[in-house]
């Protein structure tokens, strides 16, 4: 046997050497981490003061070079992204002599954007229009970007952005006509905008970018509400949609470029969420240029009443992406980080922040005295060039004629928009839209047939539980294969799971593309739906759907992060640019739907009386009282109901499968489009009383109203929706009653009147019509269905029965939430007889 000696220890190899960074790279990295606490960003100088270096840097020749590159006009916050690659991109970037700047035409587009704001303040005094005098760098900024996205291959631009110099972008930088903008100004017909429309600066254009040597980037500007960041996740989500229609290199093709406040940036939380969202599989887009058009205030808020950290961006750094900070006023600095954005951007498909840095010439509006609150700054502004003469100066050229020029150019278009009769409309539709249309057409309806034959729902049933044989499937999902085969096989009821899938795949081998997304979706919050499968020993993925054929439509569907209000701004935005696609989001719970109360009341429900924007996003809202407490019950029908107006929206609530099924095919194969708002059941999911047979999908179309023609000579109608009605009709059984009808209705709005009225005509001889619901009297349908009621119905009594009114949609105990229900019960069939 070998011994061991100690002389065997000097045979082992040594340790490499940890390498060292010379003083140079020391000096350096201490910059490169620390230098943008000592730029000069306000061009007013009061605020962001220098800040001294957490590591002290030595003085000598090293510090002084570093200090030129990270110490001026300029503050690159980047160190805190953990690939070096990225960094070193960066840094090379940072460290090299800065690009030349086409200066003249820089001068140029600084001259437009100011004396455009001059024309409009001198020919419109006192009018509101958010001006953009001391950010006007602004628009070389957006120049510079699409000139150095052109040759990354962008083809497409998705801008969004708050009212904060909308209009002298939609001019200078979207290409509409200033004319176009000054006409908006002008008390023109009003009957060009009746009954709808929205304030010049929420409005959306569409216009082209064009490059010196011919290359050109469509724009489009998003419609925004006065909600300041709520448009984000729906520019990012139209952004999606476009990338998708392009194929492969979308991402490359379509840039997302989304304008903030400082302000709005730090304080409102759907920006956090779509930052988040955007990186997320499903939902990213190839990052996005973010830049914030910084006033360094807030309406009347100072930065430090705005956000509680140095910058408005540092809400940003949670991810490992860029953020450049730049003084406004040393404009050939904003046109080189612009160049830097957009090949930043395409070279790691990456979202960039850009802190735009410059002050805000007037009050918050023009009618507001800014004097009142922030004193000093505006004594300083009061005497502070414009920022066209400022950069002439700097560049020794004289102006003058220039401005004489544009003046005369601007002041003869607002000359002849001064006598317009009409406002003029800023936007089109693109081309994808001209199969649908806005408009209800009731008579497309009677005609649509959604049904399928019996074999054609066999197969499609037998094609969405096919897996490959190496596929370890779990047992529990066997076992619910083998009961979803035999509804296939007529031997058993079809559950709303069942039926979706079936209506997805009828529409997928239709190719017609299917989306849907939502926060454990893809199982489906009640483990009804399990589109995708998860192997038990690998846990890699099959989705069924997607593969039904190599000609089918495209299927997607993601778990969404924990987010409401981003999540579905996004589908909504979606749904904007791919109107072809079945576009659908659902809540975990329909209570949960308020999370997201401002993209429904600003876009979905809004949209298109605002903008003319027309969308066919599908919200499933998972409702119904069953005792799980205030917060898992309702999915607040009454607010949408409120929301309804003007054949804006849909809503309805299938009460069974088969129904369900109709209702996501008619919604797709309509030729029009209205978003539609679906409160999806929970314990009826699997129920029988809610199950359908194999030959109810073959029936024509969904019913908004399901009459009763199971009791002949009524002398009481019982209308309700949802639920409760099931709940009603194994009561009636129970009872033994052939007294009292139960009526569905399946559509609340757009009203079914016709369909109604048909059904309670039915039953002649009943002498009370009595609306059923589960929901408190101050909320539900309650008072949006009985003045309808009390309308159609003049010669029988109109009642109701109901929860009473209560501040919470529902108790938190299952025993009193039982009792109420035994109570609505005992009261909706009080007095019959058996």
Same mark, same amino acid.
Request: hydrophobic share 40%; net charge neutral; proline share 6%.
């Given at each position: 046997?070998?011994?061991?000696?100690?002389?065997?220890?000097?045979?082992?190899?040594?340790?490499?050497?940890?390498?060292?960074?010379?003083?140079?790279?020391?000096?350096?990295?201490?910059?490169?981490?620390?230098?943008?606490?000592?730029?000069?960003?306000?061009?007013?100088?009061?605020?962001?003061?220098?800040?001294?270096?957490?590591?002290?840097?030595?003085?000598?020749?090293?510090?002084?070079?570093?200090?030129?590159?990270?110490c001026?006009?300029?503050?690159?916050?980047?160190?805190?992204?953990?690939?070096?690659?990225?960094?070193?991109?960066?840094?090379?970037?940072?460290?090299?002599?800065?690009?030349?700047?086409?200066?003249?035409?820089?001068?140029?587009q600084?001259?437009?954007?100011?004396?455009?704001?001059?024309?409009?303040?001198?020919?419109?005094?006192?009018?509101?229009?958010?001006?953009?005098?001391?950010?006007t760098?602004?628009?070389?900024?957006?120049?510079?970007?699409?000139?150095?996205?052109?040759?990354?291959?962008?083809?497409?631009?998705v801008?969004?952005?708050?009212?904060?110099?909308?209009?002298n972008?939609?001019?200078n930088?979207?290409?509409?006509g200033?004319?176009?903008?000054?006409?908006?100004?002008?008390?023109?017909?009003?009957?060009?905008?009746?009954?709808?429309?929205?304030?010049?600066?929420?409005?959306?254009?569409?216009?082209?970018?064009?490059?010196?040597?011919?290359?050109?980037?469509?724009?489009?500007?998003?419609?925004?509400?006065?909600?300041?960041?709520?448009?984000?996740?729906?520019?990012?989500?139209?952004?999606?949609?476009?990338?998708?229609?392009?194929?492969?290199?979308?991402?490359?093709?379509?840039?997302?470029?989304?304008?903030?406040?400082?302000?709005?940036?730090?304080?409102?939380?759907?920006?956090?969420?779509?930052?988040?969202?955007?990186?997320?599989?499903?939902?990213?887009?190839?990052?996005?240029?973010?830049?914030?058009?910084?006033?360094?205030?807030?309406?009347?808020?100072?930065?430090?009443?705005?956000?509680?950290?140095?910058?408005?961006?540092?809400?940003?750094?949670?991810l490992?992406?860029?953020?450049?900070?730049?003084?406004a006023? =040393?404009? =050939?600095?904003?046109?080189?980080?612009?160049?830097?954005?957009a090949e930043?951007?395409?070279?790691?498909?990456?979202?960039?922040?850009?802190?735009?840095?410059?002050?805000?010439?007037?009050?918050?509006?023009?009618?507001d005295?800014?004097?009142?609150?922030?004193?000093?700054?505006?004594?300083?502004?009061?005497?502070?060039?414009?920022l066209?003469?400022?950069?002439?100066?700097?560049?020794?050229?004289?102006?003058?004629?220039?401005?004489?020029?544009?003046?005369?150019?601007?002041?003869?278009?607002?000359?002849?928009?001064?006598?317009?009769e009409?406002?003029?409309i800023?936007?089109?539709?693109?081309?994808?839209?001209?199969?649908?249309?806005?408009?209800?057409?009731?008579?497309?309806?009677?005609?649509?047939?959604?049904?399928l034959?019996?074999?054609?729902?066999?197969?499609?049933?037998?094609?969405?539980? &096919?897996?490959?044989?190496?596929?370890?499937?779990?047992?529990?999902?066997?076992?619910?294969?083998?009961?979803r085969?035999?509804?296939?096989?007529?031997?058993?009821?079809?559950?709303y799971?069942?039926?979706?899938?079936?209506?997805?795949?009828?529409?997928?081998?239709?190719?017609?593309?299917?989306?849907?997304?939502?926060?454990?979706?893809?199982?489906?919050?009640?483990?009804?739906?399990?589109?995708?499968?998860?192997?038990?020993?690998?846990?890699?993925?099959?989705?069924?759907?997607?593969?039904?054929?190599?000609?089918?439509?495209?299927?997607?569907?993601?778990?969404?992060?924990?987010?409401?209000?981003?999540?579905?701004?996004?589908?909504?935005?979606?749904?904007?640019?791919?109107?072809?696609t079945?576009?659908l989001?659902?809540?975990?719970?329909?209570?949960?739907?308020?999370?997201?109360q401002?993209?429904?009341?600003?876009?979905?429900?809004?949209?298109?009386?605002?903008?003319?924007?027309?969308?066919?996003?599908?919200?499933?809202?998972?409702?119904?009282?069953?005792?799980?407490?205030?917060?898992h019950?309702?999915?607040?029908?009454?607010?949408?109901?409120?929301?309804?107006?003007?054949?804006?929206?849909?809503?309805?609530?299938?009460?069974?499968?088969?129904?369900?099924?109709?209702?996501?095919?008619?919604?797709?194969?309509?030729?029009?489009r209205?978003?539609?708002?679906?409160? &999806?059941?929970?314990?009826?999911?699997?129920?029988? =009383?809610?199950?359908?047979?194999?030959?109810?999908?073959?029936?024509?179309?969904?019913?908004?109203?399901?009459?009763?023609?199971?009791?002949?000579?009524?002398?009481?109608?019982?209308?309700?929706?949802?639920?409760?009605?099931?709940?009603?009709?194994?009561?009636?059984e129970?009872?033994?009653?052939?007294?009292a009808?139960?009526?569905?209705?399946?559509?609340?709005f757009?009203?079914?009147?016709?369909?109604?009225?048909?059904?309670?005509?039915?039953?002649?001889?009943?002498?009370?019509?009595?609306?059923?619901?589960?929901?408190?009297?101050?909320?539900?349908?309650?008072?949006?269905?009985?003045?309808?009621?009390?309308?159609?119905?003049?010669?029988?009594?109109?009642?109701?029965?109901?929860?009473?009114a209560?501040?919470?949609?529902?108790?938190?105990?299952?025993?009193?939430?039982?009792?109420?229900?035994?109570?609505?019960?005992?009261?909706?069939?009080?007095?019959?007889?058996?």
């Open positions: 046997m070998a011994m061991k000696t100690k002389s065997a220890k000097t045979l082992e190899p040594e340790p490499a050497p940890i390498p060292t960074l010379n003083q140079r790279e020391v000096v350096f990295d201490i910059f490169r981490r620390w230098g943008y606490l000592q730029t000069t960003l306000d061009p007013l100088g009061q605020f962001l003061p220098g800040e001294p270096f957490p590591t002290p840097a030595p003085d000598g020749e090293y510090s002084t070079e570093a200090r030129s590159y990270y001026g006009t300029i503050a690159a916050e980047f160190m805190h992204i953990a690939n070096p690659e990225r960094r070193q991109w960066i840094q090379e970037r940072m460290e090299q002599a800065p690009p030349a700047t086409d200066q003249k035409h820089v001068l140029d600084l001259i437009r954007a100011d004396i455009f704001e001059q024309v409009i303040q001198s020919r419109y005094l006192g009018t509101k229009r958010f001006s953009l005098e001391g950010l760098a602004l628009i070389p900024f957006l120049d510079a970007v699409f000139a150095w996205s052109v040759p990354c291959g962008v083809k497409q631009a801008l969004a952005m708050s009212h904060r110099g909308r209009l972008v939609m001019t930088t979207i290409g509409r200033a004319g176009e903008i000054f006409a908006k100004f002008e008390d023109v017909d009003p009957r060009s905008t009746l009954g709808g429309g929205d304030v010049k600066y929420h409005m959306g254009a569409t216009g082209t970018y064009r490059s010196p040597d011919g290359a050109e980037i469509a724009l489009h500007l998003v419609s925004n509400p006065s909600h300041l960041e709520a448009v984000d996740p729906v520019a990012i989500g139209r952004a999606r949609a476009k990338q998708t229609r392009l194929g492969e290199n979308g991402r490359d093709q379509v840039l997302p470029l989304i304008l903030h406040g400082d302000a709005a940036f730090a304080g409102q939380g759907i920006f956090a969420e779509s930052l988040v969202l955007a990186a997320l599989s499903g939902f990213n887009v190839g990052g996005s240029i973010h830049v914030i058009v910084n006033n360094l205030l807030g309406f009347t808020a100072l930065p430090e009443e705005s956000n509680a950290s140095r910058f408005s961006s540092d809400m940003a750094k949670r490992p992406i860029p953020i450049f900070h730049v003084n006023e =040393d404009v =050939d600095s904003v046109v080189r980080v612009a160049r830097i954005a930043y951007r395409h070279t790691f498909h990456s979202d960039v922040v850009i802190d735009l840095i410059g002050y805000r010439r007037h009050g918050h509006s023009e009618v005295d800014p004097t009142v609150t922030q004193p000093r700054r505006y004594a300083v502004i009061k005497d502070h060039p414009v066209y003469q400022i950069y002439a100066k700097q560049i020794g050229v004289d102006p003058t004629e220039k401005v004489q020029a544009i003046q005369a150019e601007f002041l003869e278009q607002q000359r002849i928009a001064s006598k317009a009409h406002k003029p800023l936007s089109k539709l693109p081309r994808y839209w001209d199969n649908y249309r806005g408009g209800c057409l009731p008579t497309e309806d009677a005609a649509l047939r959604t049904g034959p019996a074999e054609q729902i066999t197969a499609l049933v037998k094609e969405t539980t &096919t897996y490959p044989d190496s596929f370890h499937i779990h047992p529990k999902v066997a076992k619910l294969f083998e009961q085969l035999e509804m296939g096989a007529g031997k058993r009821a079809f559950d799971g069942m039926a979706e899938l079936v209506a997805f795949a009828s529409l997928l081998k239709a190719r017609t593309p299917v989306r849907l997304s939502g926060q454990d979706s893809q199982r489906g919050t009640f483990n009804q739906r399990h589109a995708v499968m998860v192997d038990t020993e690998t846990e890699a993925r099959w989705v069924p759907l997607g593969h039904l054929g190599d000609n089918q439509g495209r299927f997607e569907v993601y778990n969404s992060m924990l987010s409401e209000a981003a999540v579905l701004g996004f589908e909504y935005g979606y749904s904007r640019d791919y109107p072809e079945l576009v989001w659902e809540a975990q719970f329909g209570d949960f739907a308020n999370g997201a401002i993209i429904i009341d600003q876009f979905i429900t809004a949209g298109e009386a605002k903008w003319g924007l027309l969308s066919g996003v599908v919200m499933l809202l998972p409702h119904g009282y069953e005792g799980q407490g205030p917060e019950s309702s999915a607040r029908l009454e607010r949408f109901l409120q929301l309804a107006a003007h054949d804006n929206i849909q809503i309805c609530q299938p009460s069974t499968a088969a129904q369900y099924f109709h209702l996501l095919r008619r919604q797709s194969m309509r030729s029009w209205k978003p539609l708002v679906v409160f &999806t059941p929970k314990s009826m999911l699997r129920h029988p =009383d809610a199950s359908s047979q194999l030959a109810d999908f073959a029936t024509d179309r969904f019913q908004n109203v399901l009459p009763d023609h199971s009791v002949s000579s009524p002398t009481r109608l019982l209308v309700c929706s949802g639920k409760i009605g099931h709940n009603l009709r194994v009561e009636r129970k009872r033994k009653l052939k007294d009808a139960i009526i569905f209705v399946e559509q609340l757009p009203w079914p009147e016709e369909e109604l009225q048909a059904a309670l005509d039915e039953h002649p001889g009943a002498t009370e019509v009595v609306w059923v619901q589960e929901e408190p009297a101050n909320m539900g349908a309650l008072t949006y269905v009985m003045p309808e009621l009390r309308r159609m119905v003049r010669d029988r009594a109109v009642l109701s029965v109901k929860r009473t209560s501040a919470s949609p529902a108790t938190g105990s299952a025993k009193a939430h039982d009792l109420e229900e035994k109570t609505l019960l005992d009261v909706a069939f009080g007095g019959l007889r058996g």
